[in-house]
Nanobody
Framework: VQLQASGGGLVQAGGSLRLSCAASGRTFSRYGMGWFRQGPGKEREFLAT????????HYADSVKGRFTISRDNAKNTAYLQMNSLKPEDTAVYYC????????????????WGQGTQVTVSS
């Protein structure tokens, strides 16, 4: 499956962005989906994951209550709604697809999008 992340940009602290991850090539509804980010000089960080049918979600403590993951299998797209953004949320954001389930560990994921830059100004 090919993944295309979009929706990043420059936003002021306290603002919101919605990221999209459009999938093509294989049956999107088979895959658990995850969102990760990587800031300059940092390791890739888990943010949120959702089951293949959208019935289950799980978040990192750092974004719980601010970020919401969702998906629309009819549109082959996953989303990450980000509210109350902080300067420390500045990073490249990646979506990923997991054939075997869903989880927090990047190596569990089989396919990755190219990343979209999010910059939060103070």
């Amino acid at each position: 499956v090919q993944l295309q992340a979009s929706g990043g940009g420059l936003v002021q602290a306290g603002g919101s962005l919605r990221l999209s991850c459009a999938a093509s090539g294989r049956t999107f509804s088979r895959y658990g989906m995850g969102w990760f980010r990587q800031g300059p000089g940092k390791e890739r960080e888990f943010l949120a994951t959702i089951t293949s049918d959208g019935g289950g979600t799980h978040y990192a403590d750092s974004v719980k209550g601010r970020f919401t993951i969702s998906r629309d299998n009819a549109k082959n797209t996953a989303y990450l709604q980000m509210n109350s953004l902080k300067p420390e949320d500045t990073a490249v954001y990646y979506c990923a697809a997991d054939e075997s389930g869903w989880g927090e560990v990047p190596t569990e994921y089989d396919y990755w999008g190219q990343g979209t830059q999010v910059t939060v100004s103070s």
